[in-house]
């Protein structure tokens, strides 16, 4: 069946450093890619998403990053503060209804 | 505008009893999801709705589980005999078109002692 995997499980940094979270997907008809941060105790929430028609995608420090033939998709972080840390997680839609979500990454930026 | 909306926040029931999680979803749309996500997992489908039919229900655990939208808005997830394996945060979600994004709401958090 369908599959997101998603690494690493938990990443440290200083703070003003770069992070990046890297998820592979299984189903070659997935064409939508979005990205969610979750805080503790609070519902996960959109921080970026990409179509299948372009490859990279920028808002402020946030970017990610596409590789339809090698079938992974990034999100980079950078200048990372405090409050980026939270739980991010990756998901896979193929056009339907079905969303395929990683495992999640717990990030903590160090002050 | 108002966003996903769940009810309960919390709670807390005995093993054995019988339970209902509410989901108010975006005004007009749609599609309507119901995830299960337990401490340090990822959100785990459960049942998708598209107007009023269950259109997918293959992540429903077993047949304790039911959910129901009868007017094609709001959502009520239901658990019967409820077992201490339940635990976890229900979340809904809604969205107004495909390869558009999920609406989160913020969970009900299911303790079952």
């Known amino acids: 069946g369908e599959n997101v995997e998603q690494h690493p499980s938990t990443l440290s940094v200083q703070e003003g450093d770069s992070a990046v979270i890297k998820c592979t997907y299984s189903?070659?008809?997935?064409?939508?890619f979005p990205w969610y941060k979750q805080e503790l105790g609070k519902r996960p929430q959109l921080i970026i998403d990409i179509r299948s028609n372009v490859g990279e995608k920028k808002d402020q420090r946030i970017a990610v990053t596409l590789n339809k033939t090698a079938k992974h998709f990034s999100l980079h972080i950078t200048e990372t503060q405090p409050e980026d840390s939270a739980v991010y997680f990756c998901?896979?839609?193929?056009?339907?209804?079905?969303?395929?979500f990683g495992t999640g990454t717990r990030l903590k930026v160090l002050a | 505008g108002a966003g996903v909306s769940q009810t309960p926040s919390n709670k807390v029931t005995e093993k054995g009893k019988y339970v209902e999680l509410r989901c108010d979803p975006i005004?007009?749309?749609?599609?309507l999801y119901w995830y299960r996500q337990s401490l340090g997992q990822g959100p785990e489908f459960l049942i998708y709705f598209q107007g009023t039919g269950a259109a997918d229900d293959s992540g429903l655990p077993n047949d304790r589980f039911f959910a129901v939208r009868p007017e094609g808005s709001v959502s009520t997830l239901k658990i019967q005999r409820t077992e201490r394996g339940d635990s976890a945060v229900y979340l809904c979600?809604?969205?107004?078109?495909?390869?558009?994004?999920?609406?989160f709401g913020n969970g009900t958090r299911l303790t079952v002692t």
């Open positions: 979600a809604s969205r107004d078109g495909n390869n558009s994004p999920l609406h």
């Open positions: 005004s007009g749309h749609t599609a």
């Open positions: 998901a896979a839609s193929s056009g339907t209804y079905k969303y395929i």
């Open positions: 189903d070659s008809a997935s064409n939508y």
